[in-house]
């Protein structure tokens, strides 16, 4: 079993920059694809960035691609989304989720284990 808890959300003004972190815990971190999601309501849960399990691979949704960037710290059993230029489209609930797999996916369903999630408000 595997338990993720964000940090990081907040409220910033457009062209900002926050960074989100995702502590997890359970067995062997290095074992789970990480990735990163956020949803609005109602709409359904979109696919940002995954990482794998070693960090050696990412990958990103088109929309945040050159202003997002995914991290991981597997000594620290850290995952990080480091967010630039802010827009208030940006605007959601961000969550981490993990898949015990060496490879991410961009599908909501493949991913077992999911945080509460951490609001992220960018004022226009």
């Known amino acids: 079993q595997v338990q993720l808890i964000e940090s990081g959300g907040g409220l910033v003004q457009a062209g900002a920059s926050l960074r989100l972190s995702c502590a997890a815990s359970g067995p062997t971190f290095v074992n789970y694809a990480m990735a990163w999601f956020r949803q609005v309501p109602g709409k359904e849960r979109q696919f940002l960035a995954a990482i794998s399990g070693s960090g050696a691979f990412t990958y990103y949704a088109d929309s945040v691609k050159g202003r997002f960037t995914i991290s991981r710290d597997n000594a620290k059993t850290m995952v990080y989304l480091q967010m630039n230029s802010l827009k208030p489209e940006d605007t959601a609930v961000y969550y981490c989720?993990?898949?015990?797999?060496?490879?991410?996916?961009?599908?909501?369903?493949?991913?077992?284990?999911w945080g509460q999630g951490t609001q992220v408000t960018v004022s226009s």
């Open positions: 989720a993990a898949r015990p797999a060496a490879r991410g996916t961009t599908s909501s369903p493949d991913y077992d284990y």
